[in-house]
């Protein structure tokens, strides 16, 4: 079992920057991909980063050049570093892993609480 736990949303304004955390306790071999997850209200959830413990990194087009995903394979910790935050950024953001191989958004076995981020214009 592993439950992750995020933490570092808030409220910026447009252009600002926000660091989300994610702590993922227990199996490590349940970690093999961990990525970011987003869901504005009355909006799917949606893929934002992932990343492999090889550290390969996918993004989605709507944050790349912005969003740094990264990840400590010692501490079995997530990162995202959010630069240049725009309004459509504001949602709830989720912390994810799986132990299969990232290049899908799906397959995701373990989920964070999720943290709120809010960007204001």
């Known amino acids: 079992q592993v439950q992750p736990v995020e933490s570092g949303g808030g409220s910026v304004q447009a252009g600002g920057s926000l660091r989300l955390s994610c702590a993922a306790s227990?199996?490590?071999?349940?970690?093999?991909?961990m990525g970011w997850f987003r869901q504005a209200p009355g909006k799917a959830r949606e893929g934002v980063a992932s990343?492999?413990?090889?550290?390969?990194?996918t993004y989605a087009d709507s944050v790349k050049g912005r969003f740094t995903i990264s990840r400590d394979n010692a501490k079995n910790a997530l990162y995202l570093q959010m630069n240049s935050l725009k309004p459509e950024d504001t949602a709830m953001y989720y912390c994810?892993?799986?132990?299969?191989?990232?290049?899908?958004?799906?397959?995701?076995?373990?989920w964070g609480q999720g943290t709120q981020v809010t960007v204001s214009s």
């Open positions: 994810a892993a799986k132990s299969f191989v990232c290049g899908l958004w799906s397959g995701y076995t373990y």
């Open positions: 227990g199996y490590t071999g349940s970690t093999n991909c």
């Open positions: 990343i492999s413990r090889s550290l390969s990194t």
